[in-house]
T-cell receptor, first 117, second 112 residues
Framework: DSGVTQTPKHLITATGQRVTLRCSPR?????VYWYQQSLDQGLQFLIQ???????AKGNILERFSAQQFPDLHSELNLSSLELGDSALYFC????????????????FGEGSWLTVV | GNSVTQMEGPVTLSEEAFLTINCTYT??????LFWYVQYPGEGLQLLLK?????DKGSNKGFEATYRKETTSFHLEKGSVQVSDSAVYFC???????????FGKGTRLSVIA
């Protein structure tokens, strides 16, 4: 158990809909990262938050947005869903080091399986 | 930019065979290097890491040595087991507050 909790574990929804994925980082971790894993694209970094503020942005679509709340949990919002958005979405967290890695490990949750039909 | 290249799979081995999964990287400065493992139906788990040149990371019989001269971090295990069947990801951090960069993953299947 990594200590990173993601809900829901599985989600099936229709095209055009909107879903919210939730992540609770490990206790004490200030950084939260979202990754998308699909068969054809591999593991893609979406976005990073550090202590409530956006820190880095990767290949995140404009239809997607995220935020990190004062209690440090994070939500990833996916809207106007398309079939191609079907994937495993991972949240990860890392310990505070000014938000940098400096060799710090990031810990992954078990992921949220999203199926768009 | 930073990148990680790892050998394409799938790799299929018999139990007790020797495993090598190649990983090379491109980065400026002195990155930290990681191997993560993803067992079927699970999330990614850190397998081992190395934070400076010539460091050797090891865990569960797996080893990888940070080779700056060849920009490599190959994963090795002397005798694989069926339970090692998983997808292995090589990853890099440039230690400058940017997220991990992952390779595409290598699927390993070990047969009895």
């Amino acid at each position: 158990d990594s200590g990173v909790t993601q809900t829901p574990k599985h989600l099936i929804t229709a095209t055009g809909q909107r879903v919210t994925l939730r992540c609770s980082p490990r206790s004490g971790d200030l950084s939260v990262y979202w990754y998308q894993q699909s068969l054809d694209q591999g593991l893609q970094f979406l976005i990073q938050y550090y202590n409530g503020e956006e820190r880095a942005k990767g290949n995140i679509l404009e239809r997607f947005s995220a935020q990190q709340f004062p209690d440090l949990h994070s939500e990833l919002n996916l809207s106007s869903l398309e079939l191609g958005d079907s994937a495993l979405y991972f949240c990860a967290s890392s310990a505070p080091s000014g938000g940098s890695y400096s060799g710090n490990t990031i810990y992954f949750g078990e992921g949220s399986w999203l199926t768009v039909v | 930019g930073n990148s990680v290249t790892q050998m394409e799979g799938p790799v299929t081995l018999s139990e007790e065979a020797f495993l090598t999964i190649n990983c090379t990287y491109t980065a400026t400065g002195y990155p930290s290097l990681f191997w993560y493992v993803q067992y079927p139906g699970e999330g990614l788990q850190l397998l081992l890491k190395a934070t400076k040149a010539d460091d050797k990371g090891s865990n569960k019989g797996f080893e990888a040595t940070y080779r700056k001269e060849t920009t490599s971090f190959h994963l090795e295990k002397g005798s694989v087991q069926v339970s090692d069947s998983a997808v292995y990801f090589c990853a890099l951090s440039d230690n400058r507050n940017t997220p991990l960069v992952f390779g595409k993953g290598t699927r390993l299947s070990v047969i009895a």
